[in-house]
């Protein structure tokens, strides 16, 4: 009996579909499930009559891989993970790979991959994304871990990853151990962030602007086919035109509390660590909290104040407003996160290719846009690109816009409706081109009141110095340092 080329434990709704997915491409997949009926039910069904062998141990699965075995963890992320692992090892050989699919947090990948390592064996911990039904058709799929592994994993990746119009893979190496985790974590505060950014529009032109749902469907068509062309503004696009049995929008009738299964916030916490000012992320997460305070804000709402949203002027003008001040405030969130990249690069010894991670996110996952491609471009013309502000396109488009930018954002404040991450955007990019900021002031307070000392504009960078405010205290500072 002809061996597996992979086997995959986990026939959750994302594990079942990627090994659909990969019989799809040529590929024999071994298959096995903590519950032996799940097995049974999946090759007597979908998997019937196809190169799927189903297995019921971890002996058997292994005995069922060609060498160096592939095995691919499709489970929940934290202890389950490190269990799998465990009950994996004493079955391999040296040289043979571990594969954790699911939503890690980067840190336990690097945790594993050395400890995996350290027992002979290779490790690679890679981002999915794409969802249901990206795993069936071809999800991006972001690969780090040992880099030897590449090799053996790379012909299945790329085979059955989504593909841009030149037929590239959505799909590379990333880096060493942690790495393509910490790009799909990255991915996905970056979904957040976009994902804010709608919904705010939304708001705007549902409560400032009096529109009703099949107007703003007809809005959204339109924005899909210019630079906001993506795959979250195509869903919100069909969400706003789709009716309940009673022909009422459904939109209207889902309750207004977010969940989220913690990446965003991830993502916010490495920021904090990083010391990098991912702002609109922090308050994409942010908003979802409130939102998950439904009670307190219907008991508020009966008690706080606030103006009364009343629009006046050009409807279709204020719309292309908003577009502008959407895209505006995207460009933002993809420049923090990368910038977030950079700086975990430089911590953790990392060789991001961060115009190839552009191309990754084209194809396959929730955040493919069309002007990722024009993110890879800048990449391509300088590799060195510190922030993506500062790329010649990207700052034309800033200054089309930030006309727009400023009215929505003024108007929504003006009238009572909250856009957190349109202004946080907003603020950064001001704060980002400011020469000169009131930390000098900021500075002063903490010598102040702690001795923590400042920098001079006269004095070379690095020299610290230190004033005794009120004559009461002494001539001894503290000692600097940064957390």
């Not at 991915?187 to 919904?199: F, S």
């Not at 502000?389 to 108007?411: E, G, H, M, T």
Request: aromatic residues 10%; glycine residues 10%; proline residues 4%.
């Amino acid at each position: 009996m002809k061996k597996a080329d992979i086997g995959l434990i986990g026939l959750a709704v994302m594990g079942e579909n990627l090994v659909m997915n990969m019989e799809s491409k040529g590929f024999t997949v071994a298959v096995y499930n903590r519950t032996a009926e799940k097995v049974t039910n999946f090759v007597n069904g979908r998997a019937k009559g196809k190169n799927i062998i189903g297995t019921y141990s971890i002996e058997e699965l292994c005995a069922n891989l060609a060498k160096p075995r592939k095995i691919m963890i499709m489970v929940k992320a934290g202890q389950p993970v490190d269990d799998f692992i465990e009950r994996i090892i004493p079955h391999l050989e040296e040289g043979d790979i571990i594969i954790d699919g699911g939503n890690s947090h980067f840190p336990d990948t690097i945790r594993r991959c050395k400890y995996v390592e350290s027992k002979g064996f290779l490790y690679v911990g890679t981002g999915v994304s794409g969802g249901e039904e990206g795993a069936l058709n071809g999800p991006s799929i972001m690969p780090g871990g040992s880099n030897a592994a590449w090799q053996y994993v790379k012909p299945i990746f790329q085979a059955i990853s989504a593909k841009v119009e030149d037929g590239s893979p959505c799909c590379d190496w990333v880096g060493e151990d942690g790495a393509g985790h910490f790009v799909k974590m990255v991915h996905n505060g970056i979904e957040y962030g976009d994902m804010q950014l709608i919904c705010e529009a939304y708001h705007i032109m549902r409560d400032y602007l009096g529109m009703s749902s099949d107007e703003m469907h007809e809005v959204f068509k339109a924005w899909n086919k210019v630079e906001l062309d993506s795959y979250l503004i195509e869903i919100t696009r069909d969400i706003l035109a789709y009716k309940d049995e009673d022909g009422f929008p459904i939109v209207d009738k889902i309750l207004d509390t977010a969940g989220q299964k913690g990446t965003g916030k991830w993502t916010a916490i490495t920021a904090l660590d990083e010391g990098v000012p991912l702002t609109l992320i922090g308050e994409a997460v942010f908003s979802r909290f409130l939102s998950a305070i439904k009670e307190e804000r219907v008991t508020a709402s009966k008690v706080l104040t606030g103006p009364t949203p009343k629009f006046e002027g050009d409807r279709a003008a204020f719309i292309e407003d908003i577009r502008k001040a959407l895209f505006a405030s995207k460009i933002v969130s993809y420049a923090q996160g990368y910038t977030l990249m950079r700086a975990a690069a430089t911590t953790y010894g990392w060789h991001l290719n961060y115009g190839g991670i552009a191309l990754m996110w084209r194809g396959g996952c929730i955040i493919r846009s069309v002007f990722l491609g024009d993110i890879k471009k800048a990449f391509d013309n300088n590799p060195g690109l510190t922030n993506l502000l500062l790329d010649p396109y990207f700052k034309n488009i800033i200054d089309n816009a930030q006309d727009s930018w400023r009215k929505v954002c003024s108007a929504a404040l003006s009238n009572g409706i909250p856009v957190p991450a349109f202004t946080a955007a907003l603020c950064y990019y001001d704060g980002f081109r400011s020469e000169k900021l009131p930390a000098n002031l900021l500075q002063a307070q903490r010598d102040y009141f702690g001795a923590h000392t400042y920098e001079r504009i006269d004095a070379p960078r690095g020299q610290f110095f230190h004033t005794n405010w009120t004559g009461r205290g002494g001539n001894t500072a503290a000692s600097t340092y940064v957390v």
